[in-house]
């Protein structure tokens, strides 16, 4: 049985009369940016997440650098930032020259907040809290710590759509809560998209200027701003996915709980949860030492995995400038070494799971 790691074609067959529905209405529509599709998204996503205002993007890359951009954060500032995360977190702070602090992941494979306040220096402006593989981070902390030396939270909940710290949703903690609608996503689109959910209006609106050119009046431009708007395509189609977003969820997390129960294997290791967090399973991430062999082993027996991520950001090419060297983050890069994801996705039915199961059981390393 040939198992891919992920598949969008299940989650969209499910529903397909309601998107293409959807589809063909926006295409008639003769209206395609910013209409009222995106100020619906807008609203029913706001109303989803308990945040006050939504502001629809084109992707989760740029709701990260806008939020850093609009809340003054440049220059020479610090940004507190997991070591394992994916890259474009980063790229958020460092496309306004601001500069990324790299913490240790803690076991849930969040931000160790035992290990944050050593890294706060004078210049540090904001904790950039990744709520990664889906499972919201230990907000209560973090907003001690924020508060305790007047600190920015901005949150990046690409990966965690619908999770809650202690009954309250990610994305609603901090000044800026940032996602990213990537079809693989919890909340996918069939495209790029994104948006940021803030509580006040003075804020929504400058998100609303600065992804149309600067503009809050046409062709009157305050600031230099960026082409960052959510399509009224993707939004109308994500309104559709959003009505059933929980369903989704929870179907991820039934899958998540028999991996659990049944995976059975002293190489490797399954994931932990933590208390006062929900986790939506955006991946289902185990960790061994014998990755290599281990892959190729699934390989063999047509399961496909992807490592989240091979390469952590401060040892990719592009941080070089950095000068981060190799064994500053020990624990970011055994992660790096060890961590696998495997098949997981909407649809995934009993027969294709049981095999992954068994298939993974039965693994014994050689070398
Ligand atoms: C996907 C992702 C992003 C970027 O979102 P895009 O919409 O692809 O720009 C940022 N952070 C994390 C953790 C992600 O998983």
Same mark, same amino acid.
């Given at each position: 049985m040939k198992i891919m790691p992920n598949r969008m074609d299940r989650g969209f067959q499910r529903y397909q009369q309601e998107f293409e529905a959807k589809a063909i209405e926006v295409l008639r529509s003769g209206w395609y940016i910013l209409g009222k599709e995106v100020e619906r998204f807008e609203k029913e996503f706001a109303n989803y997440t308990g945040g006050r205002y939504c502001v629809g993007l084109a992707s989760g890359l740029d709701a990260l650098w806008l939020a850093f951009r609009i809340l003054g954060i440049g220059e020479g500032d610090e940004v507190l930032v997991q070591?394992?995360?994916?890259?474009a977190s980063v790229m958020g702070i460092t496309i306004n020259h601001a500069v990324p602090v790299f913490v240790e992941p803690d076991s849930y494979y969040n931000i160790d907040v035992t290990k944050l306040e050593e890294k706060i220096t004078p210049r540090t402006k904001a904790i950039l809290v990744v709520h990664l593989y889906g499972q919201a981070a230990n907000m209560k902390e973090i907003i001690r710590i924020a508060k305790k030396h007047h600190l920015k939270i901005v949150e990046d909940c690409a990966q965690s759509h619908g999770a809650c710290f202690d009954g309250k949703m990610t994305g609603?903690?901090?000044d800026v809560g940032c996602f990213s609608f990537?079809?693989?996503?919890?909340?996918?689109?069939?495209g790029d998209g994104g948006a940021v959910v803030v509580k006040e209006e003075a804020l929504a609106q400058m998100f609303r200027i600065y992804r149309n050119y600067?503009?809050?009046?046409?062709?009157?431009?305050?600031v230099v701003g960026a082409n960052s708007r959510l399509d009224e395509i993707q939004a109308g189609l994500l309104r559709v996915r959003l009505s059933h977003l929980d369903e989704l969820n929870q179907e991820r997390c039934r899958l998540c709980e028999k991996y659990l129960k049944?995976?059975?294997?002293?190489?490797i290791q399954l994931p932990k949860r933590q208390k006062n967090s929900t986790h939506v399973w955006h991946q289902f991430v185990i960790r061994t030492s014998n990755r290599k062999e281990f892959i190729r082993y699934l390989q063999e027996k047509e399961i496909g995995t992807i490592i989240h991520?091979?390469?952590p950001p401060h040892l990719s090419e592009a941080y @070089?400038? #950095?000068?981060?060297?190799? @064994?500053? #983050?020990p624990i970011t890069e055994q992660y790096a070494e060890e961590v696998l994801s495997i098949p997981l996705y909407n649809g995934m039915i009993e027969e294709e799971q049981n095999y992954v199961i068994d298939t993974i059981n039965q693994f014994k390393p050689v070398g």
């Open positions: 070591g394992n995360t994916y890259i609603t903690f901090g990537y079809p693989s996503k919890n909340l996918g689109g069939f600067g503009s809050e009046k046409r062709y009157y431009n305050k049944e995976l059975k294997n002293p190489v991520y091979p390469i @070089s400038y #950095l000068e981060i060297d190799r @064994s500053q #983050l």
